[in-house]
């Protein structure tokens, strides 16, 4: 069972995965301490989750579900995920969430493409978000998306940017609460097993969604876009 630090929590992690044995590198750590988390998956798992998903490898699967599992673990401890490409600029986090397919990671690469060594991506596909000393942080993790694009980071949400294909490039900033950004927020983030945790989640994305800057952008492919969200979101 291999330790790992991911946004400060210690978690367990016997798995038999190669994915998860490169990516979960960088968070390897060797503090003597008991486990925030702890998550095993047997061969007779994997079997299982293999019969339901003939189309995926056993080590896809394994570094999938221990994904997702982590992911359903720790909103006790403050946290949760949300589907989104994360980067951080100039010290703070810039979450773009939407549907997959819609282009939050060609949006993002435009970033990097623009503003070149000021943008590092803290994570493509699933950063974890953490509230720490008062303060909503996004910190990077091994379960990255197709892409791999992670880096052992944390830095404050500057904003979460809810991203929607478009010919004209427009922002407006949203105000919650209001019939927009709750569904589009639950729809991107894991949904814990057990009753107590579902509260603590949804508790903590109340918490999340009426203390960090909200947007919703509308945007085509181009750097334009990229330049619209800038002006808007960074401060």
Request: proline share 5%.
């Amino acid at each position: 069972m291999k330790k790992y630090l991911i946004g400060n929590l210690i978690t367990e992690i016997d798995v038999n995965c190669q994915r998860l044995e490169r990516l979960g590198k960088p968070y390897e750590t060797n503090l003597d301490e008991s486990a925030h988390i702890s998550i095993k998956i047997s061969d007779s798992d994997l079997d299982k989750l293999q019969t339901q998903n003939p189309q995926l490898s056993k080590d896809e699967l394994a570094f999938l579900a221990s994904g997702t599992m982590f992911f359903k673990k720790v909103p006790p401890f403050d946290a949760l995920m949300l589907h989104s490409s994360c980067i951080m600029y100039e010290g703070k986090a810039y979450l773009f969430t939407a549907h997959s397919g819609t282009g939050k990671s060609t949006h993002t690469g435009l970033w990097k493409k623009i503003f070149g060594d000021k943008v590092t991506y803290i994570n493509d596909d699933k950063p974890l978000l953490r509230k720490v000393d008062g303060v909503w942080t996004a910190f990077g993790n091994p379960w990255s998306g197709k892409t791999d694009l992670n880096t052992n980071i944390s830095a404050p949400v500057g904003a979460i940017v809810f991203l929607n294909r478009g010919e004209e490039n427009k922002i407006r900033k949203l105000t919650p609460p209001g019939d927009i950004v709750a569904p589009m927020f639950m729809e991107q983030t894991a949904k814990p097993y057990t009753y107590e945790r579902t509260v603590a989640m949804l508790a903590l994305a109340d918490d999340l969604l009426t203390s960090v800057d909200l947007f919703e952008l509308h945007c085509n492919i181009s750097e334009e876009a990229v330049f619209t969200a800038h002006k808007a979101i960074v401060k």
